[in-house]
Each structure stands twice: as structure tokens, then as C-alpha cells.
């Protein structure tokens, strides 16, 4: 079994930065970040797979870094230049199989995280 717990949301006006982080227990091949604002589906923001390497949304590419840990089992999200936009609950996911997946279909984890706000002001 695999349990995730996410931490380092906050509150911060356009332009500034934040990291998350997720620490995870068990084995986890694939990892992602999604984020859901009110009455918005849940999207994904970006992806790490222990052969592939890492993926973005269009959205964030260029402003967002993923990357993990491997000794700590950690998956971290750094997050530059926020704007209104990238505001919602961010979740950390994961999955055990080591193979493709669409790191942007939600219904391909296994494992979520409680999640952590991220509220970015104009």
C-alpha cells in the first residue's frame, strides 16, 4: 500500500513562488500533481515515471519543475512565477505498475494525498 502526504500550500501574490512536497510511503513508479479549483475538473499538472522522466501541462511548462527523491521517496513540485490561474487544491498521486501511463488521466493512480491549497492573489 502506498500513502501520500502533501504539505507546503499556501497564500502568495502573482509572480511569487512555492514548493510542495509529498512524502510518500511504498513503492511508487509513477507520480503526479493535479489540481482542482471549485467547480473545476480535476487537471493535471505535471508527471514523473521512474523510467521516463517528467511531463508538464502546457500551463505550467517552463514555471513548474517536478522532480523526486528517490532515497527520501519524496515528490516535489517547485513552483515559480504563480499566477491567479494555477490557484486550487494540488494533490499528489501515484501508482505501483511500472508502465506508460497518461500522467494526465487521473483515473490512472492509485494513490492520493489529502491535498494542499495553493491560493494565488492578483
Known amino acids: 500500500q502506498v500513502q501520500l502526504v502533501e504539505s507546503g500550500g499556501g497564500s502568495v501574490q502573482a509572480g511569487g513562488s512555492l514548493r510542495l512536497s509529498c512524502v510518500a510511503s511504498?513503492?511508487?513508479?509513477?507520480m503526479g500533481w493535479f489540481r482542482q479549483a471549485p467547480g473545476k475538473e480535476r487537471e493535471g499538472v505535471a508527471g514523473?515515471?521512474?523510467?521516463?522522466?517528467?511531463s508538464y501541462a502546457a500551463s505550467v511548462k517552463g514555471r513548474f519543475t517536478i522532480s523526486k527523491d528517490n532515497a527520501k521517496n519524496t515528490l516535489y513540485l517547485q513552483m515559480k512565477d504563480l499566477k491567479p490561474e494555477d490557484t486550487g487544491m494540488y494533490y499528489c498521486?501515484?501508482?505501483?505498475?511500472?508502465?506508460?501511463?497518461?500522467?494526465?488521466?487521473?483515473?490512472?493512480?492509485?494513490?492520493w494525498g489529502q491535498g494542499t491549497q495553493v491560493t494565488v492573489s492578483s
Open positions: 514523473i515515471s521512474r523510467a521516463s522522466g517528467s
Open positions: 498521486a501515484a501508482e505501483e505498475r511500472v508502465r506508460w501511463i497518461n500522467w494526465k488521466d487521473a483515473a490512472e493512480y492509485d494513490y
Open positions: 511504498g513503492y511508487t513508479a509513477n
